[in-house]
């Protein structure tokens, strides 16, 4: 079993930045997919960017892409969404998820395990 925590989310302007971390606990395997994935009030969860244990590729919603960078480390067990650029549409509660088959990609279905979720506002 291995439980999520997410942090770092909070209030910030348009153009701000944050970063988001995932902790793993319990029982931890390093190799697999770790995700992020966001949900706006009213939508749907989506997919926001991914990486893999395998070769350590990365890949990102297109909304994201040259803003947010996800990154990892293993020692610590804890995966981290750097944030830059932030508009007001990125806001939302952001979840990590993780695959234990490490393909990862972007449907929610694909995670075994997630976060409770950390809320990003992000002001105009």
């Known amino acids: 079993q291995v439980q999520l925590a997410e942090s770092g989310g909070g209030l910030v302007q348009a153009g701000g930045s944050l970063r988001l971390s995932c902790a793993a606990s319990g029982r931890t395997f390093s190799r697999y997919a770790m995700g992020w994935f966001r949900q706006a009030p009213g939508k749907e969860r989506e997919f926001v960017a991914h990486i893999r244990w395998s070769g350590g590729s990365t890949y990102y919603e297109d909304s994201v892409k040259g803003r947010f960078t996800i990154s990892r480390d293993n020692a610590k067990n804890t995966v981290y969404l750097q944030m830059n650029s932030l508009k007001p549409e990125d806001t939302a509660v952001y979840y990590c998820?993780?695959?234990?088959?490490?393909?990862?990609?972007?449907?929610?279905?694909?995670?075994?395990?997630w976060g409770q979720g950390t809320q990003v506002t992000v002001s105009s």
């Open positions: 998820a993780a695959d234990i088959a490490d393909f990862g990609g972007k449907r929610a279905s694909q995670y075994n395990y």
